[in-house]
Nanobody, 123 residues
């Protein structure tokens, strides 16, 4: 059973940076397709960044150039470095994982989820 635990959320002012992390247990991140999603109140959960087995990353246009996803296989963890944050980035951020070899941006692409960590950006 793959278990995911996020950490690192918090409050930051617009223009600031924040890093959220996801500790994985039960399986090696070497062989997992992993992603970061977020969900704002009243909105659907949206995929932001994905990283496949060989650390090839892809991003949603709204975060491209501002967010960086990295998979640390030595620590069995996933990170999301966020810069130039705006109030529109305020949401609950979720880590997701699956055994598939081709990662996607849809919630249905992932069977394993963390509990989420809140990120709040003030203006």
């Amino acid at each position: 059973q793959v278990q995911l635990v996020e950490s690192g959320g918090g409050s930051v002012q617009a223009g600031g940076s924040l890093r959220v992390s996801c500790k994985v247990s039960g399986y090696s991140t070497n062989w997992l397709c992993m992603a970061w999603f977020r969900q704002a109140p009243g909105e659907e959960r949206e995929g932001l960044a994905i990283v496949a087995n060989f650390n090839s990353a892809s991003y949603k246009d709204s975060v491209k150039g501002r967010f960086t996803i990295t998979k640390d296989n030595a620590e069995n963890s996933l990170h999301l470095q966020m810069t130039s944050l705006t109030p529109e980035d305020t949401a609950m951020y979720y880590c997701a994982a699956d055994f598939r070899t081709r990662c996607g941006f849809l919630t249905n692409d992932y069977n394993f989820w963390g509990q989420g960590t809140q990120v709040t950006v003030s203006s």
